[in-house]
């Protein structure tokens, strides 16, 4: 009884998204929440005695994979497993979690990613077409870990799950901020853990060219100041990635964007140079030209070149953001133009685009590019991603074009996970407007990690764990959209990504610690707990200018977007004004309490820690404002929703002054406090 209706109440959950979110709901701890599940009856405790047998025909990988699956099981749960590692001796059928694969998988578009998982008490059967799905299904068999007075366990439990879109990807943009491997491993990890397939590396730019060509050695020599992964890298990145079922599609973006190649490469640009490396942030110039010969024979090599290194089938060109000026001001293109009948800009650049496209293709690769590439009667076989709209995407499939979509899910403009997470590709509501096999031409998309505003040190907090919620929106079944099970989800899948390595929990209170210049953060912390960094690229426009070398260490790169507690403290105001429990009203009073008296703490730091300065005068409106909504909270509790209007007019005043943003940074409570106000005063 109890297993059917859990039955229903998931697919319920499943067909309307609707379902109440709960600690222990129907979709677990689990992220990206799988196709399809069934609960059923007892535990499966985890032991010592514990073994794993891997039987059918998997790659290697997998042998890897059920060894780094032991580890991460014995170090959350404290075991202590025998098996060291697994190989293909340990195939016993009677052991208690048996691994069933049909064929070795490859780590290429449209491989078979599906696993079926049965937990009962005595035993977990993980069986997959091919190895890539028993990783996911090892992936989903740590998430469902959970703890009891007994011990830890895993529920019982039936899923059958696959992925809705093939293409999950993660950009990482190594030129702009150089990412040594350290970052890239531990991001592959957080990929893995959440089931992303692509890590897109964004290996040029006018700021850096990362990457080792013995062909040009001038490009990484002269355009990465030292900051470069070798060739060696890049292999072992590669071998890292496939391990866990991750492809690695390179991108060089061309003709724009393209500073740091012509620093050792002048010959390639469209005006004479000298160049020296970027270190600024925004739309350059410098454009290669597309009417030399030489351009072509130069990026051929190189192509060929790189198109060896990366064995993946699709290989990624840029294309994106040529603002055609260096075109314009030079005679000769201007000339060529003419001579040659292109019209315009796009022209010139769609012509580029088709030599470049007949490169890749003799050297056995698909071209991807961003949005602009999309010219009129480019060859069918290209890939669109979809950066400046969604309509782009629906206009490259309805044109034939596989395509995907970044288009929302542009990480780097630090905001709330769930914007992303409600960013559908393929919404019911677009449906309508494609065909089936259109509809097929969307691969999925990828979150994009730009890295003109973060460093080593802050990259892990941009990406995870908003990340994961777009990781299930391209994984799980459209219907799966319930935004407060998603954010309960997600508190738990960013502790179980810290747990692989990323950074993005423990470098918070490290960099409030550097802030404080030594002191105490306990006023600190509470402090930044409750703003975020100001969104979208308004960072650039509120008179910083910030160069490649500037300090990515104050408070702006310290807060994090999506901040936790001022998100849960909006959500409990909400509560307040509906429905005030004693609960609801202790918590919110503690809240507003615990502000109101940090700023003397925090300004006692800020004395002995200059670089703080930027936030004095906002800590001091924080206090202000949670002082005025402890006013209304204390007016309601006497059942009084009839402050005056002078109150009303006053409070607003100084709510509107705590919305001026500092320190690039801005108070996210504010809401919640104006809804107290307004309940208090009869709005
Ligand atoms: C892009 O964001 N310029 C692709």
Redesign the pocket.
């Known amino acids: 009884m109890r297993k059917f209706l859990l039955l229903i109440l998931f697919s319920l959950y499943l067909f309307t998204g609707c379902a109440q979110s709960t600690t222990t709901g129907p979709t677990l701890n689990l992220m990206p929440v799988p196709g399809q599940l069934t609960m059923q009856d007892g535990k499966f405790r985890i032991a010592d005695s514990f073994k794993l047998a891997v039987t059918g025909q998997p790659h290697q990988r997998l042998f890897k994979g059920a060894t780094r699956f032991l580890r991460r099981l014995d170090d959350k749960t404290g075991s202590f497993l025998t098996q060291n590692q697994i190989t293909s001796a340990d195939n016993d059928a009677n052991a208690p979690l048996v691994i069933n694969v049909k064929r070795p998988g490859k780590v290429m578009l449209h491989e078979d990613e599906s696993y079926t998982l049965t937990v009962s008490p005595q035993k977990v059967n993980l069986t997959a077409e091919t190895d890539l799905g028993a990783l996911h299904g090892l992936e989903t068999l740590l998430q469902l870990v959970e703890a009891d007075e007994t011990g830890y366990y895993m529920p019982a439990i039936h899923i059958t799950d696959k992925p809705r879109f093939p293409w999950r990807g993660l950009l990482m943009d190594v030129g702009r901020h150089f990412m040594p491997m350290e970052v890239i491993k531990r991001n592959l990890d957080g990929m893995a853990a959440v089931k992303m397939n692509v890590l897109h590396l964004h290996l040029s730019e006018d700021q850096g060219f990362p990457i080792e060509s013995k062909v040009f050695p001038k490009l990484h020599q002269l355009g990465s100041n030292g900051n470069y992964f070798t060739q060696e890298e890049i292999k072992a990145i590669i071998k890292y990635a496939d391990d866990r079922g991750i492809r690695v599609v390179p991108e060089f973006d061309m003709p724009g964007h393209a500073t740091a190649w012509f620093v050792g490469h002048p010959e390639l640009a469209s005006a004479p140079g000298p160049y020296t490396i970027e270190r600024r942030w925004g739309i350059m110039d410098p454009v290669m030209d597309p009417t030399k010969e030489t351009t072509y024979k130069f990026l051929d090599a190189f192509l060929k070149e790189m198109t060896a290194l990366f064995p993946d089938a699709y290989f990624h060109i840029?294309g994106?953001?040529n603002n055609g000026k260096q075109w314009k001001a030079n005679a000769q293109i201007q000339a060529y133009m003419k001579t040659n009948n292109i019209k315009n800009q796009e022209e010139l650049h769609a012509m580029f685009n088709e030599r470049i496209l007949k490169i890749l293709t003799k050297y056995g690769k698909k071209m991807v590019g961003?949005d602009e590439i999309l010219q009129p009667g480019i060859t069918k076989s290209i890939v669109i991603?979809s950066?400046r709209g969604k309509k782009y995407l629906y206009e490259a499939v309805s044109k034939g074009y596989q395509a995907m979509l970044?288009n929302g899910y542009?990480i780097d403009l630090v905001q709330n996970t769930e914007q992303h997470y409600l960013n559908d590709p393929l919404p019911e509501e677009n449906q309508k407007q494609l065909t089936p096999e259109q509809q097929k031409l969307i691969l999925g998309g990828e979150a994009?990690m730009?890295s003109e505003l973060v460093t080593p040190e802050t990259v892990d907090s941009r990406v995870w764990p908003r990340t994961a919620a777009i990781a299930e929106r391209l994984w799980s079944p459209g219907s799966v959209k319930d935004v407060a099970d998603m954010y309960r989800r997600l508190d738990r899948v960013s502790l179980e990504l810290e747990y692989v390595g990323l950074t993005h929990e423990k470098n918070y209170p490290m960099m409030l610690r550097r802030l404080a210049n030594g002191q105490d953060i306990t006023a600190l912390k509470t402090f930044t707990d409750v703003i975020e960094p100001i969104k979208e690229y308004t960072r650039h426009q509120q008179g910083t200018t910030y160069y490649a070398y500037s300090p990515y260490t104050l408070i702006a790169d310290a807060a994090r977007p999506d901040a936790k507690v001022a998100r849960n403290f909006r959500n409990l105001a909400k509560e307040f004004v509906t429905n005030p429990t004693p609960k609801v009203t202790n918590e919110i009073t503690y809240w507003l309490n615990l502000w109101q008296n940090n700023h003397a703490g925090l300004q006692a730091i800020i004395r002995q820690a200059p670089a703080l300065k930027e936030i004095e005068t906002l800590s001091a409106d924080l206090a202000k404002v949670s002082q005025i909504g402890l006013e209304a909270v204390n007016a309601l509790k006497a059942n009084k929703a009839n402050l005056s209007e002078e109150w009303y007019n006053s409070s607003i005043a100084t709510m509107q002054a705590a919305k001026k943003q500092r320190g690039k940074t801005e108070l996210v409570v504010l809401p919640g406090i104006e809804a107290l106000i307004k309940k208090a005063a009869g709005k």
């Open positions: 840029g994106d953001e961003w991603q950066w970044s542009y994009t730009w």
